[in-house]
């Protein structure tokens, strides 16, 4: 079974081809999750997330706001989808809900059944087996590891990477973990992964730490 992640450098909307990607891996008749931090007008906010989807024929969605959904619902309700959606925000909160609960295992699982996952800022920063939070992200003003859901085993992940002049957290965490492949994502960007593998990328930019230098691979 082939797994399919999408991971952003900002908060929605999709870039459009990626958009048209994650829809042709939808079942219609099942719902796509989005899992989101509940904020004051969240509802006004949803249609920045599903109208790229809605353009290309994906209508049905399940809405899981964290801080207020039992997680014996939420559980039921990502069973039931045929993709999820997590989308931005604090990032050690995203881990808390996510990563620290049983939700982490069964978006994995999900995963690991061939549906489709997409992350947003720190939704992707989560999808990964090593969490990294750079000191721009965090009350703390740190950098922090922390353990991700693991649907990218050999993957470490920068977003928001020109925008926030985070180049230096990026190699920090290149040296961390020299061996593993690396991306470093702008805002407005996606790549999108099959079995752990990159095979497209659109939007700003996307770089890469070789040779202990940062190399821009893709983009406007």
């Known amino acids: 079974m082939d797994n399919h992640l999408f991971l ?32 004051d007008g969240w509802k006004d906010y949803m249609p920045i997330v599903t109208e790229p989807l809605e353009q290309v024929g994906r209508h049905h969605f399940t809405y899981i706001p964290l801080q207020s959904t039992p997680i014996e619902k939420a559980i039921r309700l990502l069973k039931e989808s045929s993709g999820v959606i997590i989308c931005g925000g604090d990032t050690n909160t995203y881990a808390d809900f996510i990563v620290d ?17 997409t992350g947003f800022s720190a939704g992707a920063l989560i999808c990964p087996n090593k969490c990294i939070i750079s000191a721009k992200d965090n009350d703390k003003q740190e950098y922090q590891l922390r353990k991700g859901v693991g649907l990218l ?45 990159l095979i497209d990328m659109e939007g700003k930019g996307v770089y890469s730490v070789q040779n202990k230098r940062l190399v821009k691979i893709g983009g406007k």
Do not use: C
Request: glycine share 6%; aromatic share 12%.
């Open 8 to 39: 952003f450098g900002s908060g929605p909307p999709f870039t459009p081809r990626l958009a048209k990607q994650f829809a042709s891996l939808i079942a219609t008749e099942q719902p796509i999750s989005i899992m989101f931090l509940e904020r």
């Open 101 to 117: 609960s049983e939700l982490g295992q069964v978006i994995k699982e999900l995963y690991m059944e061939g549906r489709p996952i």
């Open 153 to 197: 085993s050999n993957t470490v992940l920068a977003v928001h990477l020109t925008e926030w002049n985070d180049e230096e957290h990026f190699s920090q965490m290149v040296s961390q973990f020299p061996f593993y492949q690396n991306f470093g994502l702008d805002e407005k960007t996606g790549i999108r992964l099959l079995n752990e593998e």
